[in-house]
């Protein structure tokens, strides 16, 4: 994992994450623990991009479940009844 310490960052400045930058994604360490991840904008787009594409894809598998019959409706109460978890 590429890291830095926050306190680097306040040292150094922004050029300190610029240098860390060109090994990949940054994740900065505040507290010992990792707490943000800093990137490039084009990682960035193609993370946004890939998701868009992603949920693309689940909201046509989920489109085709309907049509082809595979999805149940009913109500929670009929969930519940269903799932044995009635008191």
Do not use: C, F, W
């Not at 507290?31 to 990682?43: D, K």
């Not at 993370?47 to 894809?57: F, G």
């Amino acid at each position: 994992m590429n890291t830095i310490a926050a306190q680097e960052i306040k040292r150094k400045g922004i050029s300190a994450v610029d240098e860390a930058l060109k090994e990949g994604p940054v994740h900065v360490i505040k507290n010992n623990q990792p707490q943000y991840v800093v990137m490039t904008e084009a990682r960035y787009r193609d993370l946004i991009e890939a998701e868009d594409e992603a949920y693309i894809v689940r909201v046509r598998k989920s489109l085709e479940d309907v049509k082809e019959g595979r999805v149940k409706r009913g109500t929670a109460e009929d969930l519940i009844r269903e799932l044995g978890l009635e008191d």
